[in-house]
């Protein structure tokens, strides 16, 4: 189990650029999760996919942010336009769903990418 | 909507001292309820769970969390702490009847954090 790895780790950039950030689930779970942290709150869910598809999009995931897993593996978040609102932890999340889901699936998190939007 | 409730920001306590952090969760169907620990410098991992049947349900590490139904309550507790317990506690919930059975959209509480004194 070599665990979800995200890339980068740290992002710092203008207001107004775009960013990307990729995220690699344990390679055989289904299920992908982003969430979204900022200073003192929990992590906040954005968004989850089984396999290629987006099955939920959460109301904090605004037209500037698209998530993708093209191929049911690894996963992107864009944000496009980026406002220091944006600054948090960008978290993922994988986990066995659907029908090949054990019931008690626990969610795996990776370290997390933290934007910084100057 | 569902949300969180964790009562303490802080907790400082010495070594071999009791632990009781207290989470309240508002939803009023059937539930699954988790506390997540993250320690210094590492990604979210599960604590415990609760889906069904005993109420007292025990994790890693020594810790145990009471769902009390009737008060919406999922207090995280530790007889004894140490040193190594240092670190920030989610509880989060989510409705039990999405997605599939798997943990799916989970709502967390803004964590509390741990000191431990040795």
């Given at each position: 189990?070599?665990?979800?790895?995200?890339?980068?780790?740290?992002?710092?950039t203008k207001r107004g650029q775009?960013?990307?950030?990729?995220?690699?689930?344990?390679?055989?779970?289904?299920?992908?999760?982003?969430?979204?942290?900022?200073?003192?709150?929990?992590?906040?869910?954005?968004?989850?996919?089984?396999?290629?598809?987006?099955?939920?999009?959460?109301?904090?995931?605004s037209?500037r942010f698209?998530?993708?897993?093209?191929?049911?593996?690894?996963?992107?978040?864009?944000i496009q336009r980026t406002e220091q609102g944006d600054s948090a932890?960008?978290?993922?999340?994988?986990?066995?769903?659907?029908?090949?889901?054990?019931?008690?699936?626990?969610?795996?998190?990776?370290?997390?990418?933290?934007l910084?939007v100057t | 909507?569902?949300?969180?409730?964790?009562?303490?920001?802080?907790?400082?306590?010495?070594?071999?001292?009791?632990?009781?952090?207290?989470?309240?969760?508002?939803?009023?169907?059937?539930?699954?309820?988790?506390?997540?620990?993250?320690?210094?410098?590492?990604?979210?991992?599960?604590?415990?769970?609760?889906?069904?049947?005993?109420?007292?349900?025990?994790?890693?590490?020594?810790?145990?969390?009471?769902?009390?139904?009737?008060?919406?309550?999922?207090?995280?507790?530790?007889?004894?702490?140490?040193?190594?317990?240092?670190?920030?506690?989610?509880?989060?919930?989510?409705?039990?009847?999405?997605?599939?059975?798997?943990?799916?959209?989970?709502?967390?509480?803004?964590?509390?954090?741990?000191?431990?004194?040795?």
């Open positions: 189990d070599t665990g979800v790895s995200q890339n980068p780790r740290h992002k710092i775009n960013v990307t950030f990729r995220c690699d689930p344990i390679s055989e779970h289904n299920r992908l999760y982003w969430y979204r942290q900022t200073l003192g709150q929990g992590p906040e869910f954005l968004t989850y996919f089984q396999n290629e598809a987006q099955l939920e999009k959460s109301r904090l995931l037209d698209s998530a993708e897993r093209p191929k049911g593996s690894f996963s992107t978040l864009e932890m960008y978290l993922c999340a994988s986990s066995l769903g659907g029908r090949r889901a054990l019931y008690n699936s626990p969610l795996h998190f990776g370290n997390g990418t933290r910084t | 909507a569902q949300s969180v409730s964790q009562h303490n920001h802080h907790v400082i306590l010495s070594e071999a001292a009791s632990l009781e952090l207290g989470c309240n969760y508002s939803y009023g169907g059937t539930v699954n309820l988790f506390w997540y620990v993250q320690y210094p410098g590492q990604h979210l991992q599960l604590l415990l769970k609760y889906f069904s049947g005993d109420p007292l349900v025990k994790g890693i590490k020594g810790f145990e969390a009471e769902f009390i139904k009737s008060k919406f309550s999922f207090n995280l507790r530790k007889p004894s702490v140490q040193w190594s317990d240092t670190a920030e506690y989610f509880c989060a919930v989510n409705a039990s009847h999405l997605y599939g059975g798997s943990q799916g959209n989970l709502i967390f509480g803004k964590g509390t954090k741990l000191s431990v004194k040795p």
